[in-house]
Every structure is written in structure tokens, then in C-alpha cells.
């Protein structure tokens, strides 16, 4: 307790950088130490969790702050999106993750590819994109709410690269679900006992050759903040932006907009991507992901993408 406390004292510390009074919420969840961070009267929050109090703290500094303080500017000013747009974006790093976990991700747990790959352009072997996309999923890293050793079937986890250079080359599996294969350490389930299902753990999209100005040059469009929420159903999938600011020629303007969601079927989602920035980022968020009712944590790590004309709908 005594130590919560003090991680609290210290986060209070560190928001004071805010233009913004910040309510901050500190606990324990399934053994996970977890901070949440809100802003009162607005959507705009951020959450992590992980194994001690100073990971949560360096979590904080590396990436919370920035997160904040970029969810104040980009709400701040908006008013919703009046109606349906097409355009380029830029996506942020934890937002770009989000994302290719429900494109890509889900897709590849193997009972969902089972359950509806015959709904999707490319098949396992096929190109999810021309360009040279790399997502993997490690639960043998160590340190994050992601990590683990072996799975809930007692299966030692591995490392599994489910495209490389943007073909679609492996799935996750469980022993259930592994079929003449082995397991591949990857089957999770909420409590003892139940069902194992093929689960994300640490889902990692790695770096591309864009650096961030040459992402923003010439671009015009929107660059996308925060996340009020993300989901996909079979071949489907939405995330709730929280802001979208204008972005003409190359320059990060005012105009910001709310009240706004990009859903689009996930194999034309990422047939958009343009371009993969340099410098991925890491995120052990705090709420968990949800399968078939069962929440567990993950970490998430991706660089910001640029995807061209893709849809955003009012919420």
C-alpha cells in the first residue's frame, strides 16, 4: 500500500506538466500494478499497467505525458466531423497498433481464420501489402503485462512472425486449434481451467524506413489522436479516434474534429497502408483485450503508418 501510495505522490508530480487537472486512479489488478489518467468533463484518458511500480512510472514519462498533453490540444478545440470524409491519415503509434491488432491480429488467431477466411481477400501465403510489413507476436519478451513463459495449455510460448514483408506467413495457435502443427504457445484462457483460446500476447508491428517528417511532407489530411475504443467482428473491424486534426500541406494545422470512427473491412483496411514509420513504440495498455468474453492483458508496439484515402464516418 505504502508503495502505491508513493507511485502516486510521484505521478501527481509528473502531471503538473499538463495544461489540465488530471485525476489519477492508482491500484493492483490480477497481481498488475495499473494507473489510469483522466481528464474531467472529457473523453481523454490513458492507462497501463505492468509488474511494478517503477515500469508503470517509466510508462508515465515515456509515453503517458506526451499522450496527455497531445489528447488536450487535439479535443480541445474540435467539434464533431460533420459528415463523412476521405483521406489520407497519420496514425499515431499506439492508435497504428490498435489497428493492425484487428486487422491483422485477430485475423491471425487461428479459430478466427478458421471461422472466416474465406471472407477475406488474401489467404495465409497470400499479401496482405506490397510494402515490407513486419508483425510478430512474442510473449518471450520479458518485462510487460504480455509476457509469459508458457501458456495456460502449459505450452511454451514462441515467437511467431505472422507477416513478413507483407505476406501473411503464420498464425497463433493453441493445441485445440494447432491441428496436424504443434502448438505455438500462444493458447490463453481468463481462468483455470477454461476453454484456451489462440490469443495475442505481445503484438509487435516493426519499424519501416519512414521517418516522421517524411510521413508528414506534402500530406494532406488528418493526423489521428487518442482512442475511445476498437473492436472487429469476423472480416470487420472500427476504432474510435477521439480527435482528428487537419494537416495541409505537410503542416499540422488547428482544425481538429470529434465525435468521429473509421470502420472499414479489415483486408482493404490495410491494402491502404502507404507508408511505415521508423520508430516503433511500446504500450502495455490498461484495459485488456476481449475474446468471447475473455479479457486478458497484452502489450502492443507499432510506428505510426500513413494510410491513403480511407473513410472516417460521425459517431
Known sequence: MRALDKLRTELELACR????????????????????????????RWGTRNQTAEAVLEAVHQTGLEWLADDIEGAASGRPLPARITADILVPPFLAAVLMHECIGHTSEADNYQAYRHRLEPNLGDYWTDLPLLVRDDPTEPGHS?????????????????????????????????????????????????????????????????????????????????????????????????????????????????????????????????????????????????????????????PYLRLNQVILYPD
Not at 499538463?18 to 486512479?25: F, Y
Not at 513463459?149 to 514483408?165: C, F, I, K, M, S
Not at 483486408?267 to 514509420?277: F, H, M, N, P, T
Request: net charge negative; aromatic share 6%.
Open 17 to 44: 506538466t499538463l495544461r489540465a487537472p488530471v485525476e489519477i486512479e492508482v491500484g493492483t489488478t490480477d497481481g498488475y500494478i495499473t494507473s489510469l489518467f483522466s481528464i474531467p468533463g472529457t473523453q481523454t
Open 146 to 302: 504480455g509476457s509469459y513463459r508458457t501458456d495456460d495449455e502449459g505450452t511454451p510460448a514462441q515467437p511467431v512472425t505472422l507477416v513478413e514483408n507483407g505476406r501473411w506467413t503464420d498464425l497463433l495457435t493453441s493445441t485445440r486449434t494447432a491441428g496436424t502443427h504443434q502448438s505455438n504457445g500462444h493458447g490463453r484462457c481468463l481462468t483455470p481451467g477454461g476453454p484456451p483460446l489462440p490469443r495475442m500476447a505481445f503484438f509487435t508491428v516493426g519499424a519501416g524506413d519512414s521517418s516522421y517528417d517524411s510521413l508528414l511532407s506534402n500530406m494532406d489530411g488528418f493526423l489521428l489522436g487518442g482512442i475511445g475504443g476498437g473492436g472487429s467482428v469476423r472480416e470487420y473491424m472500427s476504432i474510435k479516434p477521439l480527435w482528428a486534426r487537419r494537416i495541409i500541406d505537410g503542416h499540422i494545422t488547428d482544425e481538429s474534429y470529434t465525435d468521429l470512427v473509421l470502420r472499414a473491412k479489415k483486408d482493404q483496411l490495410v491494402k491502404r497502408l502507404q507508408a511505415i514509420g521508423d520508430s516503433p513504440r511500446t504500450y502495455d495498455p490498461l484495459h485488456p483485450c476481449c475474446k468471447e468474453g475473455q479479457d486478458l492483458p497484452i502489450t502492443m508496439a507499432a
